[in-house]
């Protein structure tokens, strides 16, 4: 089964145009000028994708936008045809997007509070450079990933990748020691703080990873952006973001080939990061995240790992 391709990503950012400076300069990527409604709409290029960024503010977006990963746009030649033959309904009627092609909006409640559009195909080029070779993926944060496959595999073509839980368990060990005796050991029972399913479904060289929080009795920490994260912390975003805007789209990864030297690159050019190095994440891969301050309001992160 041929698995659709996907056009471009839609970041709503405070400057679109200090945000495309940051991915020529921090990431090396080309930067494209999408024409739409008498304007243009700067667009990076990442793999066979494009990050078409958007002011928050921008009519296009719709109401009440805040900064962040705003939708996904999948290539059909026939949107109208595609949207009906998928059964889900659509926002409004067809409309020219990026790029001038026609594109219908789906129903945000029938796809997972996903914001998936249908729209003809850009004009196909792949870009890469020495820091990024891809969009390595686009995180979801996801209330029900069982009902996210059935959508996006059965109704949109996407094919389904693979499922893996991430969990953090915390054992407390005691010690009891004397100058007179042997030292006593005592290891309490083991608490699991964090724990999510993490499922990726592919859509053109890209995957989106649906991350279901599993302990949901847990109190999420508090933010920190001030130290290196881990799956409890990354568990806390994924609530944390769900209580406060509901199931959606929540940031992209770049798949790159060396992350060391990556995050060494931002961090000397004075960008804000989470992560200064490497950590263990989905997919045997080692990842690192960047402070969304540096993007212009999106956040993203690094993944170093090798083809499944």
Known sequence: MTVPELAYIALAVADPGASAEFFEDAFGLPRDELAMDGRTVPAIRAGRTALALF?????????????????VAIADDDPPGAAAATGIPICGEPRPGPGGRCQVA?????????????????????????????VDHIGVASTDNRAARDIFTGRLACRYESQQTDS????????????TDLPVFHVRRSRLVASMRVTFITVGDTELEFLEDLTTRVRADEARHDAAGNTRGDRSAIA???????????????????IAAALARLDAAGHRLIDRRGRPGSRR?????????????VLLHFVQRKEL
């Open 55 to 71: 002011a928050a503010t921008d009519p296009f977006l719709g109401p009440g936008t805040v900064r962040g990963v705003h939708h």
């Open 106 to 134: 789906l129903a945000p409640s029938e796809t997972l509070r996903v914001r998936v559009r249908l729209t003809e195909p850009l004009e196909s080029w792949t870009a890469s450079s020495d820091v990024v070779e891809r």
């Open 168 to 179: 953090e368990v915390e054992t407390i060990a005691e010690s009891f020691t004397t100058d």
């Open 240 to 258: 944390r973001f769900i209580a406060m805007r509901g199931a959606g789209l929540h940031h992209v990864a770049f798949k790159t080939p060396d």
């Open 285 to 297: 891969a080692q990842i690192g995240f960047i402070h969304p301050a540096a993007s212009g309001g």
